[in-house]
């Protein structure tokens, strides 16, 4: 019986790296956190379905990233789905991270937006959250709660949407989507 378990665990390690994370474009590094699976089972699983190896180097390990305006903004927009996700569902946190960032990909593809979050990179802010290295405060103008350093002092604090910077939006994607939109 021992064995059917394990044959059972190593199918469902399989279809979670297969069809959902290598699916969504994880990196070789959540793969090895989020299954028992071998690096070098993995390896193959990923140059399979991706028909490419996976991405060399390190994963995003800075807290900073999460708080440049528009990072932030969809930071803030997936762990607050996620949350929700994990508050009113008894998924596993892994299975969480997936839902929440298909829904963040809805919402970007609804709003004309391309997204800013990877799939790695949703993951690492959950562990971030999990770690307390990152938290939310809520805007005193939107009351929506957005991602800051656990260690700020964030009374009065205003989103970066309530409070867009100058340069916020000026960029050259952003004109080819305001092109396409008055078209």
């Known amino acids: 019986m021992a064995r059917?378990?394990?044959?059972?665990?190593?199918?469902?390690?399989?279809?979670?790296?297969?069809?959902?994370l290598i699916g969504l474009g994880a990196r070789l590094q959540v793969l090895e956190s989020e299954t028992r699976l071998s690096r070098e089972r993995?390896?193959?699983?990923?140059?399979?379905?991706q028909g490419k190896s996976p991405p060399k180097g390190m994963l995003p390990f800075s807290t900073d990233w999460f708080m440049t305006w528009q990072p932030n903004i969809h930071a803030s927009l997936f762990i607050n789905i996620y949350r929700f996700l994990d508050k009113t569902t008894e998924l596993d946190e892994i299975d969480a991270i997936i839902k929440a960032f298909r829904l963040y990909l809805e919402q970007t593809e609804t709003h004309k937006m391309p997204p800013v979050l990877s799939i790695t990179r949703a993951w690492r802010l959950v562990k971030f959250f999990d770690?307390?290295?990152?938290?939310?405060?809520?805007?005193?103008?939107?009351?929506?709660?957005?991602?800051?350093?656990?260690?700020e002092l964030y009374?009065?604090?205003v989103c970066g949407l309530c409070n867009m910077p100058s340069r916020a939006g000026k960029t050259r994607a952003a004109a080819?989507?305001?092109?396409?939109?008055?078209?």
């Open 4 to 20: 059917n378990k394990s044959i059972i665990g190593e199918s469902a390690d399989i279809r979670r790296a297969i069809t959902e």
């Open 42 to 49: 993995l390896l193959r699983l990923y140059k399979e379905v």
């Open 131 to 151: 770690a307390g290295m990152l938290a939310t405060a809520p805007c005193t103008k939107c009351g929506g709660h957005f991602v800051v350093h656990t260690m």
């Open 155 to 157: 009374d009065g604090f």
């Open 176 to 183: 080819v989507a305001a092109e396409r939109l008055a078209a």
